[in-house]
C-alpha cells in the first residue's frame, strides 16, 4: 500500500522560507518521478516541481524558477520542497505526488499534470502573509 505524508507547512510573511517534506512508503523515491503540486482556494492543482533521480531529471514551474528547490533524501525514503522567497501568491494547499512513469509525461508535455501521478498525499498548508 502506497502512503505519501506531507509534513512541513505553516504560515509565513512574505520574503520568508519553508521546507515541506514527503515521507514516501510502499514505493521508493528513488525509482519513481515524485512531484509537488499545490491547490489555492477557487483554482485548479498547479504542478509545482518534479524529480525523477533514474534520469537525473527535475523539472520547475516558472512560477517557482529560482525560488522552489526540490530534493530527495533515498536513506529516509523522502522528498523535500525547499521554498525562499515567498510569496503570498504561493499560499496554497501543497500535496506530494508519485509515479514511475510521470516524468516521461513531463517531459513530453512541458508541464507537470496531475492526470500522469497515480499516489497522491493528503496535503499540507501553506499560507504566506503580505
Known amino acids: 500500500q502506497v502512503q505519501l505524508v506531507e509534513s512541513g507547512g505553516g504560515a509565513v510573511q512574505a520574503g520568508g522560507s519553508l521546507t515541506l517534506s514527503c515521507t514516501a512508503s510502499?514505493?521508493?523515491?528513488?525509482?519513481?518521478?515524485m512531484g509537488w503540486f499545490r491547490q489555492a482556494p477557487g483554482k485548479g492543482r498547479e504542478g509545482v516541481a518534479a524529480?525523477?533521480?533514474?534520469?537525473?531529471?527535475?523539472y520547475y514551474a516558472d512560477s517557482v524558477k529560482g525560488r522552489f528547490t526540490i530534493s530527495q533524501d533515498n536513506a529516509k525514503n523522502t522528498v523535500y520542497l525547499q521554498m525562499n522567497s515567498l510569496k503570498p501568491d504561493d499560499t496554497a494547499m501543497y500535496y506530494c505526488?508519485?509515479?514511475?512513469?510521470?516524468?516521461?509525461?513531463?517531459?513530453?508535455?512541458?508541464?507537470?499534470?496531475?492526470?500522469?501521478?497515480?499516489?497522491w498525499g493528503q496535503g499540507t498548508q501553506v499560507a504566506v502573509s503580505s
Open positions: 505526488a508519485a509515479d514511475p512513469l510521470a516524468m516521461t509525461a513531463i517531459q513530453h508535455v512541458g508541464a507537470m499534470l496531475p492526470r500522469n501521478f497515480g499516489y
Open positions: 524529480i525523477y533521480s533514474p534520469g537525473n531529471n527535475t
Open positions: 510502499g514505493v521508493f523515491v528513488n525509482s519513481y518521478c
